[in-house]
């Protein structure tokens, strides 16, 4: 009977136990993972006038940028970041692919590529992601993105074209899905504000 009550104990204290586990597998919380969906550029026209190449480097970013959560920032100084909500691909990937495309379809260079360390190119662009982040201290939901680029000539070394742009958005549905989706319309302004001159100015200075 000792021997019986034992076993008995035992077999409770260890189906005790696997249902306790079990729960607590069950509230296993997985990531999300987003990606920005930004809209394919138009064809590139014909370039008959265009003939300098460029080549993109990939954009720098924070470190704080380079991890793959979600930020928020709570104040000017203080950042957080989403545990569960992050980025599929690194936003400094996306961002280069995005302007190599919209440079490609601006006709202004009769070749753009992805830099590859060669010096058979007219020019170099080297671009920073300065900010991809949701604001939650200004008065409702927003998000920010800000970047930074300039082209180098080759042959001189010199820098001939910069900018800088700094965009908001206001998010009107406080949770990750709508965050992003405002990021996404965010980031789209702010590369096309960010390259749209490159055309004007390489056209005004005929650099080749």
Known sequence: MV????????????????????GCAGRVKYPNYYILNL?????????????????IREFRAPAYLRQTAIVYRMSPEQIGFYAYNRWAIDPRDLVTNAIIERLRASGAFAHVQAYDGSRDIDYVLSGRLEKLE???YQGGVKVQVA??????????GKPVWSNEVSETGDVDKHDVPAVVSE????????????????????????LK
């Open 183 to 206: 990021m996404n319309r965010t980031m789209e302004r702010a590369i096309a504000k960010l390259v749209t001159p490159v055309s004007a100015q390489i056209a005004a200075s005929n």
């Open 3 to 22: 021997i019986m009550k034992k076993t008995l104990t035992t077999i409770v204290f260890s189906l005790a136990s696997l249902a306790m586990l079990t």
């Open 39 to 55: 809209p394919a550029p138009p064809d590139p026209p014909a370039a008959a006038t265009a003939h300098a190449s460029l080549a």
């Open 147 to 156: 970047m930074s680029a300039e082209i180098t000539s080759i042959a001189t």
């Open 134 to 136: 949701e604001l939650d």
